[in-house]
C-alpha cells in the first residue's frame, strides 16, 4: 500500500520494522493474555506472575473446560442474543437506510432539500447521550426486555445513511433513465439496479450496523435486563468480580465477545475505515 | 406531476428511516428539554434544574472530572496516533500484520475491554506483576483517586488510539509523494517536511479525528461503570456515569435530563465546528 518512493537505508528501515512490531505486540499482550487465560486452568491463570516466567504467557497446559463450564451457563443465551440482535439489525438496518439514501439520492421529489439536513442534524445527536430519556418512552410503549426494543436503535443508522447516499449518487444517471424508459419502476430501479451496484457500500454500511449492535453496553443494560434478553456484552460484565476466584469462564467469554467482531473486522477492515473516513470527512 | 407522485414514493422508501430518527432522536431530545424544564413536582417550566445541578457539587466535581479527562485524554490519543501512523507509513515485512494487531483493539466491546482490565489492574494482576519485576513496586491503580483516572485514560487509549492511527494513516498515504520529493530535494530535514508540508496538509484527517475522538470519550460509559462506578472519591465520575447514577441510583429523573441537554448540546456544538472548520479548510484548498 505504501507509496513511498525512496527506500530507507538498511539499518533504519531494519529499526522502524523492529520498533513497529515490539508496539504492535504491546497492543497485543491484553488479548493473547485473554486468550491463554481462557485455555489453561484456573489455578494456573496468576500463578505464573511472580516472578515473572516464560510461563508466564505461553501455557503448559491447555483446557476446554472453561468453554464447557461457559456453554451449560446463562452465557449462551447471552451469546445468542448477541448474535440474534446483530443479525436482525444487519438485515433489517441495510433495508431501512439503502431504501432511504435511494429515496435521497435518486428520486427528485419536492422537499428533498429539506429532509436531509434534518437526519442530518438528528442523527449527529450520538445515541448513547440519550439513551436514558429514550427509557422512558419505551417504558411507556412496554416494550422492556424485548428484542423490538434491543434492535430499533440499530435500525436507523446515521452513517449507514450517509455512506450509501454518497453512493448512490455516484452511479450514473443514464442507467436510471434507461430502466425508466424500460418501464421499471422506483422499487424495481432500487431493487434490480442500484443494490447489485452497490455491494462494497452495503458491506461498510453493514459493518457500522454490526459493529454498533455488538458494542452496545448502555441501551441493553438499560432496556433488558432480564435474564432471557440478555446480551453478551452486559452479561460478561455481571459474571466478572475481579477478586472472584473463578476468572476462567470470565476469560472464555471475553475471548468469544472478541473473536467474533475481531474476524469480521479484520476481513472487511480496509473497506471499513475507507468509509467511515469518507462520510465522516466529508460528509 | 411526476414530482408529486414522487413525493408519495419518496415517503414511503423514507418512512421507516423517517419514524426511527423521530422515535430515537428528536423525541427522546425533546422529552430530555421538556423533563429538564420540569422541577420535581412543579408543573410549570423553569430553570430550577439547571439552577440546582450549577449548585450540587457532586455534578460540578463530575464536570471537572470530565473537562479534565477530555483536555489530557484527546491531545494524548490523537498525537499517540499521528505518532503510530507516521512509523506504519512504510513498506516493510509484516507491516500490514502490525496495523492490523494495533487496530485490533476498537473491535473489541469495552465492557469486554474493561472486564479484562480490571483483572490486569488487580494487586496481584499481570500489571503489578511487571511493575515489580521492574523494581518499581506495586500499584494501586483503579483504587487510588490519584491514579484511577490516570488507569482509565491507558485503558481507552489501548482501544481507541489503533482505530484513530487508521484514519490518520489514509491521510498520510493521501499525500503526494512528489511534494515529499520536492521539499527533500530543496533540502527540507525531516522535521521540516513533517511541519510544512505534511502537517498542513493532515489538516482535514486531524480535525475529523480530533472532534470524532472528543463526541466518543465524553460518551464513554462502560468503562467506568465496571471499572470504577466512578470512584474512588468521583475521581473517575464521568458525565455519562453521572447521568446514569442520577437517573437510576439517586432517583432523580429532572436532573438528569437536565445533565443530559447539557451533554447534547455541548456535542453539538463540537460536531458543528467540525463542520465549520472543514468546509473553511475545503475552501482554502481548492
Not at chain 1, 112 to 117: G, H, L, S, Y
Not at chain 1, 263 to 269: A, D, G, R, S, Y
Not at chain 2, 131 to 155: E, H, N, R, Y
Not at chain 2, 183 to 203: E, N, S
Amino acid at each position: 500500500m505504501s507509496r513511498r518512493a525512496r527506500p530507507f537505508n538498511a539499518p533504519a528501515r531494519r529499526w522502524r520494522s523492529a520498533l513497529t512490531a515490539f508496539i504492535a505486540l504491546i497492543f497485543m499482550l491484553p488479548l493473547w493474555w485473554v486468550a491463554i487465560s481462557a485455555l489453561r486452568p484456573e489455578a494456573e491463570i496468576f500463578r505464573y506472575l511472580s516472578p515473572l516466567s516464560w510461563q508466564t504467557l505461553l501455557p503448559t497446559q491447555l483446557t476446554a473446560d472453561h468453554f464447557v463450564q461457559l456453554w451449560q451457563g446463562s452465557f449462551r443465551l447471552a451469546i445468542f442474543n448477541s448474535m440474534l440482535v446483530a443479525a436482525v439489525t444487519l438485515v433489517l438496518g441495510l433495508f431501512v437506510c439503502s431504501i432511504a439514501a435511494f429515496a435521497l439520492a435518486v428520486i427528485d421529489f419536492p422537499g428533498r432539500r429539506f429532509v436531509f439536513p434534518i437526519m442530518v442534524v438528528s442523527f449527529l445527536i450520538p445515541f448513547d447521550a440519550i439513551a436514558v430519556p429514550l427509557l422512558g418512552i419505551v417504558r411507556r410503549m412496554d416494550l422492556q426486555n424485548t428484542y423490538i426494543a434491543l434492535i430499533l436503535p440499530g435500525i436507523g443508522n446515521g452513517l449507514a445513511v450517509f455512506l450509501l447516499r454518497q453512493f448512490f449518487l455516484g452511479i450514473p444517471k443514464d442507467l436510471l433513465e434507461a430502466a425508466r424508459v424500460d418501464g421499471l419502476g422506483w422499487f424495481g430501479i432500487y431493487r434490480q439496479i442500484y443494490l447489485p451496484l452497490s455491494v462494497p457500500a452495503l458491506i461498510s454500511a453493514g459493518l457500522i450496523l454490526f459493529v454498533f449492535q455488538w458494542q452496545a453496553y448502555l441501551w441493553p443494560l438499560l432496556v433488558a435486563p432480564a435474564t432471557e434478553y440478555k446480551v453478551g456484552a452486559v452479561a460478561i460484565a455481571q459474571m466478572s468480580d475481579p477478586y472472584l476466584t473463578n476468572n476462567g469462564p470470565v476469560f472464555a467469554a471475553a475471548l468469544c465477545l472478541s473473536l467474533i467482531p475481531m474476524l469480521v473486522l479484520t476481513i472487511f477492515q480496509r473497506n471499513y475505515i475507507a468509509s467511515v473516513a469518507t462520510t465522516g470527512g466529508k460528509g | 406531476m411526476t414530482r408529486r407522485r414522487n413525493l408519495a414514493v419518496a415517503l414511503v422508501f423514507l418512512g421507516p428511516a423517517l419514524a426511527a430518527v423521530v422515535l430515537l432522536r428528536m423525541w427522546p431530545a425533546g422529552l430530555a428539554i421538556h423533563d429538564s424544564l420540569l422541577a420535581p413536582r412543579a408543573t410549570t417550566y423553569s430553570l430550577e434544574n439547571y439552577r440546582y445541578l450549577f449548585a450540587d457539587p457532586l455534578f460540578l466535581k463530575s464536570l471537572r472530572v470530565t473537562l479534565t479527562y477530555v483536555v489530557i485524554v484527546n491531545p494524548l490519543q490523537v498525537a499517540a496516533a499521528l505518532a503510530l501512523a507516521l512509523l506504519v507509513n512504510a513498506s516493510f515485512p509484516l507491516v500490514g500484520l502490525w496495523r492490523t494487531l494495533i487496530f485490533l483493539p476498537v473491535a473489541i466491546p469495552q465492557s469486554v475491554s474493561a472486564v479484562v482490565w480490571a483483572v490486569g489492574y488487580r494487586p496481584d494482576g499481570p500489571l503489578n506483576a511487571v511493575l515489580v519485576s521492574l523494581g518499581i513496586g506495586q500499584q494501586p491503580f483503579l483504587t487510588s483517586p490519584d491514579q484511577a483516572l490516570a488507569s482509565l485514560i491507558l485503558m481507552v487509549s489501548w482501544i481507541g488510539v489503533g482505530y484513530w492511527m487508521t484514519f490518520l494513516l489514509a491521510g498520510l498515504q493521501d499525500i503526494p509523494q512528489s511534494l515529499l520529493e520536492a521539499a527533500r530535494v530543496d533540502g527540507a530535514t525531516a522535521w521540516q517536511r513533517f511541519r510544512y508540508v505534511t502537517l498542513p496538509l493532515m489538516r482535514r484527517p486531524l480535525t475529523f479525528v480530533l472532534v470524532a475522538n472528543t463526541v466518543a470519550n465524553f460518551l464513554v460509559f462502560a468503562p467506568v461503570k465496571i471499572l470504577t462506578q466512578g470512584g474512588p472519591r468521583g475521581s473517575t465520575n464521568l458525565i455519562m456515569n453521572e447521568i446514569y447514577t442520577r437517573a437510576f441510583s439517586a432517583g432523580d429523573p429532572s436532573s438528569a435530563a437536565a445533565a443530559t441537554v447539557i451533554l447534547v448540546t455541548t456535542l453539538l456544538l463540537i460536531v458543528t465546528i467540525q463542520f465549520w472548520l472543514l468546509r473553511s479548510s475545503a475552501e482554502s484548498q481548492s
